[in-house]
């Protein structure tokens, strides 16, 4: 019985280097699914192109954020499907995902780039995804 907290804590620590060391697209992929904007803001750069539908502008990392949480007040998150990723460059790494909701899908594009040792975003566009 002295073996269970053992190994739970083991199990943890092993997980930690995932969680710490996850890929930049993936994390925003798993924020976006969360509908964690504030994280997500977190990532943000300090100017950030936004298109939401056909409204595009850039915005400061808190009007984002305003933003990005009317959208995903007005659409719930059900899943997402990572449909293609780009990370060979260093500097700027690429992602794009099918957002499924409770009001249909949408198809998240965005992009971050390497700023001051870090990677920030700095561009995402939601747009209808359109019916093959």
């Not at 808190?62 to 449909?83: D, G, H, R």
């Amino acid at each position: 019985m002295m073996k269970l907290p053992y190994l739970l804590l083991l199990s943890v620590l092993c997980l930690v280097p995932v969680i710490l060391f996850a890929d930049p697209i993936e994390k925003v992929a798993s924020l976006i699914k969360q509908s964690d904007v504030h994280e997500l803001a977190g990532m943000f750069a300090p100017s950030v192109e936004i298109s939401v539908l056909n409204e595009e502008n850039v915005y400061s990392r808190t009007q984002a954020e305003i933003v990005l949480n009317k959208f995903f007040s007005e659409n719930k998150p059900k899943s997402i499907k990572l449909l293609h990723k780009v990370n060979s460059n260093p500097n700027y790494n690429f992602g794009v995902i099918i957002l499924y909701t409770d009001k249909g899908a949408y198809r998240i594009a965005y992009t971050l780039k390497q700023t001051d040792g870090k990677l920030e975003l700095i561009e995402m566009r939601i747009e209808t995804e359109k019916v093959k």
